[in-house]
């Protein structure tokens, strides 16, 4: 089981540091991904005090012990503020999220030093530890509580996405969600492990905890950690982010700037003839067939702004920019199927070619507007028109 663990955990350094290598060569220092090299370099810390324990090295482990514990209270924070740096304005974003670290820095003053001092000296010299013990042992909670709360947030970012993309599918944000849930699984996992320690005695455990975390660290990284090098910032007004997160921005002279600039509400006069004129161009135009299109895009066809457009379809129209696109594609791929001249492409060329870009969001927008499945829906039409020849 030692030679195991030790081969796991020397894969799970070596990844870690070819991912950190990876991202500090980058010459796009974007500020997620700074706080993505910060994750994975307290990650490295973690496995490096691991390997120092399992093979006693002593330097290994107490030089490492300080971050290998207050990571129990400081990854969840810090999962929290990579997911926020990706959406949202990188001004201040430290700054406003500070609150998020007070715990985790009066844990690492409090229980983490005078941990790694009494644990150094063997002495007990801070008595006050006898009674924060197990309590510190389930430290790790307060990160899992932050995972939830970043999923949380990554749910509301997708529904403000779906205000000013037609296709969601295409920005990758699937990796954010796996980080969160592997995140999830290994903290669940040191809980499970810390509560089996204190309910039953470590010499009847049929496992050891510390190999258990260990394995769970080093595979989390293996399989995440390429992924986040690959993450882009995903860009979207701040109108849009500002009622889900309170964004305000702020004048030189400290003062809030008005959300509603002048000139940027619609006048009702002008809402028939923006509607009149924005079906005209999605029906002869057909931007829709583009993946691409977003919001702003489709706002400049009508010479109106991304505010304006945004206004105008979820308030006037009542739907979203999302829903509006991705019904005008429904329509092509019905058009399509009905037509015998594309009889020779299959489902999914008909879709790509009618401006979708992923099977998986193709299939569940055609189900939810038509009620049946696009192969369904090709059947029903196909034995129709034979019935007609």
Request: charged share 20%; with cysteine; hydrophobic share 45%.
């Amino acid at each position: 089981m030692k030679l195991l663990l030790d081969f796991i955990l020397v894969m799970g350094l070596l990844v870690n540091s070819m991912i950190l290598f990876i991202l500090f060569k980058n010459e796009h220092k974007e500020y997620h991904r700074r706080i993505l090299f910060a994750i994975f370099f307290l990650v490295l810390l973690v496995l490096i005090c691991f390997y120092g324990f399992l093979h006693k090295i002593p330097f290994l482990f107490y030089s490492t012990f300080v971050f290998e514990d207050v990571s129990n209270v400081c990854f969840g924070p810090l999962l929290l503020l990579y997911v926020k740096s990706i959406f949202l304005p990188t001004d201040s974003l430290i700054k406003k999220n500070l609150i998020h670290f007070i715990i985790p820095f009066f844990y690492l003053i409090f229980i983490s030093i005078p941990f790694l001092v009494s644990t150094w000296s063997q002495l007990f010299i801070f008595s006050y530890l006898e009674y924060v013990e197990d309590l510190s042992s389930l430290s790790i909670i307060y990160s899992l509580i932050y995972c939830f709360v970043s999923l949380n947030v990554l749910k509301k970012v997708r529904h403000i996405m779906e205000h000013y993309y037609s296709n969601t599918s295409g920005i990758d944000l699937i990796w954010i969600k796996k980080l969160l849930y592997g995140g999830i699984i290994v903290i669940s996992l040191d809980i499970f492990t810390t509560i089996m320690e204190l309910l039953i005695d470590e010499k009847e455990l049929p496992f050891n905890s510390f190999y258990v975390i260990a394995i769970g660290v080093s595979v989390f990284v293996g399989y995440v950690g390429y992924y986040g090098i690959m993450q882009s910032k995903v860009l979207l007004p701040e109108f849009l982010l500002k009622d889900t997160f309170d964004i305000e921005k702020k004048s030189s002279g400290g003062t809030a700037v008005k959300e509603q600039k002048k000139g940027e509400e619609i006048d009702a006069s002008e809402v028939k003839e923006q509607i009149g004129l924005l079906k005209k161009i999605m029906r002869e135009d057909k931007p829709f067939l583009d993946p691409n299109i977003s919001l702003k895009s489709l706002a400049s066809l009508i010479s109106i702004t991304d505010k304006k457009l945004s206004a105008l379809l979820n308030q006037y129209m009542n739907i979203s920019f999302y829903d509006y696109i991705n019904g005008y594609r429904v329509e092509e791929v019905k058009k399509k199927i009905n037509d015998r001249t594309f009889d020779h492409l299959t489902l999914l060329a008909i879709a790509y070619d009618s401006g979708f870009n992923s099977k998986t969001s193709f299939n569940r927008i055609f189900k939810k507007i038509e009620g049946i499945s696009p192969s369904e829906y090709k059947k029903l039409h196909s034995d129709s028109n034979t019935k007609q020849l």
